[in-house]
């Protein structure tokens, strides 16, 4: 809309001192004509320069944005790729605790309790989950406790847990 404006002024300006130098008027009175006709071309000038920097800006910003949906969908894949790979690993550990609770001979319920355990809840919040006594889960957690020949909650996460946590090659925590 500007532009349009500044266009009409400059063709109306630049009509009208044609017109005027023509019949020969004097240049005094047309100073102040030529001053509206320049700004006009000023703001020409102008409106075209700020339309060129904001379609570059919108060209880079549209870059960044091509680049950000880029590596988002990386991401993603990534994303998707681990959790594939944790499901799998998951899978394989689910049916290991499955095997040793066998051998330790627990029960249904003993082996809700340790599984709930090394997802660390505490016994009041296995007892509310389960819906029985806070008493029940700790007579239950000691049993499972002396069928396995650990100490405690510590020694029965350490059980499982200890070399999932360490990395691929072997490590020196002696520094």
Request: glycine share 6%; net charge negative; hydrophobic share 50%.
């Amino acid at each position: 809309m500007s532009l349009a404006l500044f266009i009409l002024i400059a063709l109306l300006m630049a009509v009208d001192l044609t017109i005027e130098f023509v019949r020969g008027e004097p240049l005094a009175l047309q100073t102040f004509e030529l001053l509206i006709f320049t700004s006009a071309l000023a703001g020409i000038a102008f409106h075209w320069w700020t339309t060129i920097s904001e379609r570059r800006r919108a060209q880079e910003l549209t870059d960044e944005l091509a680049a950000v949906k880029d590596e988002a969908k990386r991401w993603s894949e990534d994303a998707r790729r681990w959790n594939a790979e944790a499901q799998a690993l998951l899978q394989g550990l689910g049916a290991a605790i499955d095997r040793q609770f066998d051998r330790w001979g627990l029960t249904d319920a003993e082996r809700e309790v340790a599984l709930l355990q090394l997802k660390g809840l505490r016994h009041r919040d296995i007892a509310e989950l389960r819906k029985t006594s806070e008493r029940t889960v700790r007579q239950q957690a000691l049993t499972v406790y002396r069928k396995s020949g650990l100490n405690g909650r510590s020694d029965l996460a350490a059980f499982f847990l200890e070399d999932l946590l360490l990395p691929a090659a072997s490590t020196s925590f002696a520094g």
